[in-house]
C-alpha cells in the first residue's frame, strides 16, 4: 500500500497539469512526499529532479523514493537554490515548490533568473503556499503580491499569475518562448 500525501501536496499534484513526460524541478523537496506522488507518474523521458540544502532532507528523500531513484526516474541533488547555476540552460519543463519562503521573504536571494534559465523555452514555474483553510500562509502577508513581484522582475519570465482561489495559493509563471 503507497503512502498517501499530505492534503497540500495532494491538492498540488493536479495543478502541475503533467503528462508524465516532463523534466521536472523540484525546489525544497525534503522529505520528499511530493516526488512519491509524482515519480510513479513519469514514462518515457519523465524524470524528477529533488533539490534540498539539507542533507538529512536529502537522506529523507532519497529513502522514502529509493525505487524511483534506482530506477533513475528521480535524482536528489543536495544544493541551496540561491547557489544554483543556469547550466545547462532549459533543462526543465518545470519547476515547482511548495512552501519555499525566500520568493518573498528573500527575493534578491531567490535566483529567479537562474530557474528561469533552467526552464525550457514555454517551460512553467509553479510556486505553492499554505497547508490549508486558516493556516496563515505568509504570517498575515500578501504572500501572493510579494511573490508574484518577484517574478515579474525577471524579464526572462511571463504570463505571472497568482490564484488563491483555493485553500492553496498557487503564484505561476512561463518562460518565454
Same mark, same amino acid.
Given at each position: 500500500?503507497?503512502?498517501?500525501?499530505?492534503?497540500?501536496?495532494? /491538492?498540488?499534484?493536479?495543478?502541475?497539469?503533467?503528462?508524465?513526460?516532463? /523534466?521536472?524541478?523540484?525546489?525544497?523537496?525534503?522529505? *520528499?512526499?511530493?516526488?512519491?506522488?509524482? @515519480?510513479?507518474?513519469?514514462? @518515457?523521458?519523465? &524524470?524528477?529532479?529533488?533539490?534540498?540544502? =539539507?542533507?538529512?532532507?536529502?537522506?529523507?528523500?532519497?529513502?522514502?523514493?529509493?525505487?524511483?531513484?534506482?530506477? !533513475?526516474?528521480?535524482?536528489?541533488?543536495?544544493?541551496?537554490?540561491?547557489?544554483?547555476?543556469?547550466?545547462?540552460? *532549459?533543462?526543465?519543463?518545470?519547476?515547482?515548490? =511548495?512552501?519555499?519562503?525566500?520568493?518573498?521573504? &528573500?527575493?534578491?536571494?531567490?535566483?529567479?533568473?537562474?530557474?528561469?534559465?533552467?526552464?525550457?523555452? *514555454?517551460?512553467?514555474?509553479?510556486?505553492?503556499? @499554505?497547508?490549508?483553510?486558516?493556516? @496563515?500562509?505568509?504570517? *498575515? /502577508?500578501?504572500? !501572493? =503580491?510579494?511573490?508574484?513581484?518577484?517574478?515579474?522582475?525577471?524579464?526572462?519570465?511571463?504570463?505571472?499569475?497568482?490564484?488563491?482561489?483555493?485553500?492553496?495559493?498557487?503564484? =505561476?509563471?512561463?518562460?518565454?518562448?
Amino acid at each position: 500500500m503507497s503512502e498517501q500525501p499530505p492534503p497540500h501536496i495532494a /491538492r498540488l499534484i493536479p495543478r502541475l497539469e503533467l503528462t508524465g513526460t516532463e /523534466r521536472i524541478l523540484e525546489l525544497g523537496a525534503a522529505p *520528499g512526499v511530493a516526488v512519491a506522488a509524482i @515519480g510513479p507518474q513519469l514514462t @518515457g523521458d519523465g &524524470h524528477l529532479t529533488a533539490l534540498d540544502r =539539507s542533507a538529512v532532507g536529502v537522506r529523507r528523500i532519497r529513502e522514502r523514493n529509493r525505487a524511483l531513484v534506482d530506477a !533513475g526516474r528521480v535524482s536528489v541533488v543536495e544544493q541551496d537554490l540561491t547557489t544554483l547555476a543556469p547550466e545547462p540552460p *532549459g533543462r526543465f519543463d518545470l519547476i515547482f515548490a =511548495s512552501n519555499v519562503n525566500v520568493f518573498w521573504t &528573500h527575493p534578491r536571494k531567490a535566483n529567479v533568473d537562474v530557474l528561469a534559465a533552467l526552464l525550457a523555452p *514555454g517551460g512553467r514555474l509553479r510556486l505553492f503556499y @499554505g497547508y490549508g483553510p486558516g493556516d @496563515g500562509a505568509g504570517s *498575515g /502577508r500578501d504572500t !501572493g =503580491s510579494l511573490v508574484a513581484a518577484t517574478l515579474h522582475d525577471c524579464a526572462a519570465l511571463t504570463t505571472v499569475t497568482v490564484d488563491d482561489a483555493g485553500p492553496t495559493l498557487q503564484v =505561476s509563471a512561463a518562460q518565454k518562448g
